[in-house]
T-cell receptor, first 113, second 113 residues
């Protein structure tokens, strides 16, 4: 059981470049989330989805876009990367039991130079 | 709006000593409470959770946390830590019936020999 899988694990971008981070889960979870983790700031929610075809803004959505075309996949896009987006990105999923216990991927370390 | 405050950013402790990691939250509605652990270069994984019932919850590796509604706290304790407990610990809260989980900034536990 793979759980939540993120690709890629590492990436270096130049300022202004674009990229897409892929998150896939095999637990048939309805809810999926993208967080960024920065030192001293914990995890901050970027965008989330409560089901296939839905997306919503989280705490820090500027500069990012997301899509949930298939229930098992949640894509995070950076259209024009900036150094401030250097971070570790985590995808998570949870079911609809109501507790929102989250299952996390291993993270993507992104550096924007 | 919910918020989570972890009162200590770093906690150094000697092996076999007791430890307490503090967490306070604010919410206007009923909540579920979680502690997640993150080992170096890994994603977060659930350590323990409070959903309802007994206010003292325990993990399989000796950690416990107590939900105190009057003090809006959910402190994590372990009577005797091991080197292998060195990790970052995140307190988190989700509102019953909500879609999102809010994380604290994290507490880095460093166990010294």
């Amino acid at each position: 059981n793979a759980g939540v899988t993120q690709t890629p694990k590492f990436r270096v971008l130049k300022t202004g470049q674009s990229m897409t981070l892929l998150c896939a889960q095999d637990m048939n979870h309805e809810y999926m989330y993208w967080y960024r983790q920065d030192p001293g700031m914990g995890l901050r929610l970027i965008h989330y989805s409560v089901g296939e075809g839905t997306t919503a803004k989280g705490e820090v959505p500027d500069g990012y876009n997301v899509s949930r075309l298939k229930k098992q996949n949640f894509l995070l896009g950076l259209e024009s990367a900036a150094p401030s987006q250097t971070s570790v990105y985590f995808c998570a999923s949870s079911d609809t039991s109501g507790t929102l216990e989250a299952f996390f991927g291993q993270g993507t370390r992104l550096t924007v130079v | 709006a919910q918020s989570v405050t972890q009162l200590d950013s770093q906690v150094p402790v000697f092996e076999e000593a007791p430890v307490e990691l503090r967490c306070n939250y604010s919410s206007s509605v009923s909540v579920y409470l979680f502690w997640y652990v993150q080992y170096p270069n890994q994603g977060l994984q659930l350590l323990l959770k409070y959903l309802s019932g007994s206010t003292l919850v325990k993990s399989i590796n000796g950690f416990e946390a107590e939900f105190n509604k009057s003090q809006t706290s959910f402190h994590l304790r372990k009577p005797s830590v091991h080197i292998s407990d060195t990790a970052e610990y995140f307190c988190a809260v989700s509102e019953t019936g909500g879609f999102k989980t809010i994380f604290g900034a994290g507490t880095r536990l460093f166990v010294k020999a």
